[in-house]
């Protein structure tokens, strides 16, 4: 079965400190996968893709097909990082997208 | 151009009675989906649309809840005889229809069914 876990409900880190938010799959293809951000009062948005392999706003994330993971990393944390972060998975040649259950990072002044 | 809107934004119900949920996508996105997120949950896939047809419909989480989407564009999601745990918000997202293409999301309809 597809699934997508984030086992970290809650992630708090001082500002300029190092952020690895955890993305774990579940899926016996090669899936597509997707880090949505969503911003206090804002929609829910696109960060970055996996096909892309682009740098957003410092995020980066690496498909690790052998561990079936797609962590999302920063290097120094930025207070305007805070927001409920999805890790998501579309199945290959498809449109149905499985969420993760989101991981709110805070951080801290 | 004016993005995803939903309408309505926040809708109280009783128990019981049918309640439709509108999208409509930016103009041109010929895929159109529908999430429901339960407090402290994930999104929760229920449906796409490719053009007027939805090729997957697995995520309807009983048969009370249907979708339609007429002339590529709106989609209204109903849902019959709510019950209470139909309280969720409910997302609409479209794009531009490619495979794995960016969705892009409306603001939600809050349902309440008291």
């Known amino acids: 079965a597809q699934r997508v876990t984030q086992p970290e409900k809650l992630l708090s880190v001082f500002k300029g400190a190092p952020v690895e938010l955890k993305c774990n799959y579940s899926?016996?293809?090669?899936?597509?996968l997707f880090w949505y951000v969503q911003y206090s009062r804002q929609r829910l948005q696109l960060l970055l893709r996996h096909i892309s392999r682009e740098s957003i706003k410092g995020f980066t994330a690496d498909l690790n097909k052998g561990e079936t993971s797609f962590h999302l990393k920063k290097p120094f944390a930025q207070e305007e990082d805070s927001a409920m972060y999805y890790c998501?998975?579309?199945?290959?040649?498809?449109?149905?997208?499985?969420f993760g259950a989101g991981t709110r990072l805070f951080v801290k002044a | 151009g004016a993005g995803v809107s939903q309408s309505p934004s926040n809708k109280v119900t009783e128990k019981g009675k049918d309640v439709e949920l509108r999208c409509d996508p930016i103009s041109g996105h010929t895929a159109l989906y529908w999430y429901r997120q339960s407090l402290g949950q994930g999104l929760e896939f229920l449906i796409y649309f490719q053009g007027n047809s939805a090729p997957d419909k697995s995520g309807l989480p009983s048969d009370r809840f249907s979708a339609e989407r007429t002339g590529g564009s709106v989609s209204t999601l109903t849902i019959q005889r709510t019950q209470q745990e139909d309280s969720a918000v409910y997302l609409c997202?479209?794009?531009?229809?490619?495979?794995?293409?960016?969705?892009?999301f409306g603001p939600g309809t809050r349902l309440l069914v008291l």
């Open positions: 998501a998975l579309q199945n290959t040649g498809g449109f149905k997208t499985i």
């Open positions: 997202a479209s794009s531009a229809g490619g495979v794995q293409e960016t969705q892009y």
């Open positions: 899926y016996s293809g090669s899936p597509e």
